[in-house]
């Protein structure tokens, strides 16, 4: 018995698919849109996954690229002997700590532990070639092998001239030559003074940036890291390995080594978190994809219900319907596989070299196509296809027979348990992310807004209904297309849901983007006040730095009317400790202190209430210092404080005082002062006359007089320059400003700004156009599925004397349909994840010791300028595309 129900489902299926197959070849513009709508995902996730197992390289290839011509590769890093694995990708220290060499092995070194006739050849890695390009400074990163010897040869590619082989000479890489715009026979001089000449374009395979080749010779002296390549005049013996690793020295070979350790490296498994966000944030596109293709089987379905009713005449029940249905989602959603999956392999193969170049920087390994992925990718479309077809199938099983065969509407309308379900979906949705958001786990939030947005889908055909019934208040047009929405849900709802997922999706993330935005800019605190520049030293400073004046002359040249005060920090006098071993501190008196620390483990409600344990100050974000010794003369451009104030402070500095911007810490004029040693020894304190700045910057500084810092046997060690400016250097100016200071002295600048720099722009714009084009793709294959279906209706509008235009102005009511009713419910839907989930952070921010500050709730105006103006576009669109004349009856038939 169950055989032959196994073999009559079997023929069940195999007749449904050769149905399907034929009604693809009958209806090609539908099956066209489809296979499209199904294959563009399946193209860029193929084209991702075999570009990833191309770039994913074999532990062969790996080996083939660090061993160049030679039998194995040593790194000698360790003065203690190591242990490694099977393929010499790591090594540690047999016991005891790592303990690295002082200075690089010689050849002599290296040739002395192998067996005789061995050849070696160093390779210098992780270099820097530093030129000037014009005015400004361009670090490379440099390499010093011997590419005319057998065993580095195969390391490189030459592309142009010949290898580097003296030591004045030099070659580039293909992005180097461009960056430095020069050519083959052009000087290069480096900063120190020596002179090289371009002989050469190279290219290594693991790096296509700018990469400078020197010969091996040049190389004495620079820092790096050195790979000895060895041609060993027989096989490599295990003995050998072990008295290399009994050296410290690390062996690479092309084969595993025996009786070691062998580590499987391949692709990094996510944890929980990441495969529960990865999970849904795949089926949040699933969805998409099921919502965007849902009308067209819809569609199929009511024009073909005769054929159906047909089939149910002849002896068919409600499975053989569904399977005839769902047979379109298999049929389509394999070809739409397939078509994806060819056109993903093929451009990663033709884009290759793009990929190489512009995403990678390096060279991809063999042509492979990721078959595993691949065949899930697939199975993914095949199930998008199904499900987009499933609910279709099940109005085709409960369609009545009689009015299939009078080729009549079916009147049925929506089941009441669908608004349910939707209803509690989104309630249990907003809940799981609220209390997922309380948690921060993002794969709770995101599956909250996930089973939210599914219940407003289910909601969705019963809100076209009200919508089509309330259509009776309106003009003709778009009375029509309401009604036609609300009689063909099974294809305006999917739409209106595709377009409100998006739109909800990208309004919700757009909001928190913009409120952490706003959050950050409050909590922004710069260092010094806005446009003020910080300059010290790159390197060990100077025994000797140069003047204020000579690095003022220079700065005016890019920021005229600039100020420039040396600046000073504190450190311990004489040579018996390090100069930052000593760290100043003015004491809050006992009176102030907070009675509460973040280490205990129940901090009362009183605690985020009282004024003690509220600091006035931030910490400040751009520009950090320390406590400084002054005259005076950095104040202005150290805090920003008003004139009097800062005529007050530096009297108080005259008189042998401390500074300091919190008042709390003077009491009766004096500040006490504590030093203490970070080596050894208590600390030591004592009071000195102070004084507060109450204007200018919040942040928590305190300034020493010379005389001040002697009385705490303390020193002034120089850290650079305050540069005061009329206005916020730019990044252009700052860069410039480095190059004119190079020649006397390599600085680095930090500039105070008063906002912190922010990319999101741009990122919300990309989520608001991302949203806009499914809402013009929603619009636009609902329209003209409508317009396709609605035929006859147009037919009888003709009849009856309407004006041509009346169909375009139809196009455009029904792409409003669509367009304005996804928009606003995905608006509102957006908004209110979005409002839960900052709620939710803000409440447990409230309930956090110290208090953080909340969350504002923040609305992106360009997200919405965006979302707003799209449905206009579909509108027009829609109108601007459709033909005006309307169909006659006889060209019906």
Not at 93 to 108: K, N
Not at 318 to 330: K, M, N, Q, T, Y
Request: aromatic share 4%.
């Amino acid at each position: 018995m169950t055989g032959g129900r196994l073999a009559a489902v079997r023929g069940s299926w195999r007749t449904a698919l050769r149905i399907a197959r034929r009604e693809a070849r009958r209806s090609r513009r539908r099956t066209l849109l489809v296979l499209v709508m199904i294959a563009l995902p399946v193209l860029g996730l193929s084209f991702a996954a075999v570009s990833y197992d191309m770039g994913d390289l074999t532990r062969a290839e790996r080996i083939e690229r660090q061993l160049g011509g030679g039998d194995v590769a040593l790194r000698w890093d360790s003065l203690v002997p190591v242990t490694q694995d099977a393929w010499g990708e790591s090594a540690w220290p047999v016991q005891g700590d790592w303990v690295g060499r002082t200075r690089p092995a010689t050849a002599e070194e290296v040739r002395a532990l192998l067996p005789d006739g061995s050849r070696v050849a160093r390779t210098r890695w992780w270099m820097t070639f530093s030129t000037r390009v014009g005015r400004h400074v361009e670090s490379l990163d440099a390499r010093a092998v011997d590419l005319t010897d057998p065993l580095t040869r195969p390391l490189a590619r030459v592309l142009d001239g010949r290898p580097p082989v003296r030591p004045d000479e030099i070659a580039v890489s293909p992005a180097a030559l461009r960056r430095l715009d020069t050519r083959i026979g052009d000087p290069v001089r480096s900063i120190d003074g020596a002179t090289y000449r371009v002989v050469g374009v190279v290219e290594y395979p693991d790096n296509l940036r700018d990469v400078i080749t020197l010969p091996a010779v040049t190389s004495e002296g620079m820092a790096g890291s050195d790979t000895w390549l060895v041609d060993l005049p027989g096989p490599l013996e295990p003995g050998l390995v072990d008295r290399l690793n009994a050296q410290g020295i690390q062996v690479v070979a092309r084969s595993p080594l025996p009786g070691r350790q062998e580590f499987t490296r391949g692709m990094r498994v996510p944890d929980a978190d990441e495969a529960g966000v990865i999970g849904v944030v795949g089926g949040l596109g699933l969805l998409e994809v099921v919502l965007l293709v849902g009308p067209a089987f819809a569609v199929s379905v009511r024009r073909r219900r005769r054929d159906l009713a047909l089939v149910a005449v002849a002896g068919g029940d409600a499975s053989h319907l569904r399977r005839i249905v769902l047979a379109d989602g298999v049929v389509l959603g394999a070809g739409g596989a397939a078509l994806g999956l060819l056109l993903g392999i093929g451009a990663a193969f033709a884009g290759r070299p793009i990929v190489e170049q512009y995403l990678l920087g390096e060279r991809l390994g063999a042509y492979r196509i990721f078959p595993a992925a691949l065949v899930a990718i697939a199975a993914t479309a095949v199930l998008a296809g199904v499900l987009a077809a499933m609910a279709p199938a099940w109005a085709a099983a409960r369609q009545d027979v009689a009015t299939g065969l009078a080729g009549r509407r079916d009147a049925t309308r929506p089941r009441r348990r669908w608004l349910l379900v939707g209803v509690a979906l989104t309630v249990a949705g907003t809940a799981i992310a609220a209390f997922a958001a309380g948690r921060t786990s993002q794969t709770g939030v995101l599956a909250g807004v996930a089973l939210g947005e599914l219940g407003l889908v289910f909601c969705t055909p019963s809100l076209v209904g009200v919508l089509g019934r309330a259509g009776r208040l309106l003009p003709l047009t778009p009375r029509l297309a309401l009604r036609d929405a609300s009689r063909n849900r099974s294809s305006a709802a999917p739409a209106i849901s595709a377009v409100m997922a998006a739109v909800a999706g990208s309004v919700a993330l757009g909001v928190y983007v913009a409120s952490d935005e706003t959050r950050s800019r409050a909590l922004w605190q710069p260092g010094l006040p806005p446009g003020n520049v910080l300059l010290t030293h790159s390197g060990p400073t100077p025994a000797d730095p140069p003047s204020a004046e000579v690095v003022a002359t220079r700065a005016r040249t890019v920021l005229p009317g600039a100020t420039v005060t040396p600046v000073a920090v504190s450190g311990c006098a004489g040579t018996a400790r390090e100069k930052d071993d000593c760290t100043p501190t003015a004491l809050m008196p006992a009176a102030h202190h907070c009675p509460y620390t973040s280490a205990d483990p129940v901090v009362p409600d009183s605690a985020r209430r009282d004024s003690r344990c509220v600091s006035p100050f931030q910490e400040p974000v751009d520009v950090y210092l320390p406590a400084l010794v002054d005259d005076g003369a950095a104040l202005a451009a150290l805090t920003g404080a008003p004139d009097d104030e800062l005529a007050a402070a530096r009297r108080t500095l005259a008189a042998g005082g401390v500074v300091v911007t919190d008042a709390r810490r003077v009491v009766d004029g004096q500040v006490r002062v504590e030093v203490n040693y970070n080596s050894d020894g208590p600390p030591t304190g004592r009071l000195l006359p102070g004084y507060a700045l109450r204007g200018g910057l919040t942040v928590d500084r305190l300034v020493l007089s010379p005389a001040a810092a002697d009385a705490l046997g303390l020193s002034a060690v120089p850290m650079g320059y305050l540069l005061d400016t009329a206005g916020s250097p730019t990044d252009r100016q700052v860069e410039m400003l480095t190059d004119e200071l190079f020649d006397i002295g390599p600085m680095s600048a930090q500039v105070a700004t008063a906002e912190p720099p922010s990319d999101q722009r741009s990122m919300l714009l990309l989520l608001a156009v991302a949203s806009g084009v499914i809402t013009l793709g929603a619009a636009a294959v609902a329209t003209g599925l409508a317009a396709a279906e609605g035929r006859r209706d147009l037919s009888t509008l003709a009849a009856v004397g309407a004006d041509p235009r009346v169909r375009r102005l139809l196009s455009l009511c029904q792409a409003g349909v669509i367009a304005v009713l996804g928009s606003a419910l995905g608006i509102v839907a957006g908004l209110g994840s979005a409002v839960v989930v900052l709620a939710s952070l803000n409440q447990r921010y409230a309930e956090s010791w110290p208090v953080q500050p909340p969350y504002p709730v923040t609305v992106p105006g360009v997200t919405l300028a965006v979302l707003v103006v799209v449905p206009l576009v579909a509108m027009g669109g829609a109108a601007l595309f459709t033909r005006s004349r309307l169909p006659i009856e006889r060209r019906l038939d």
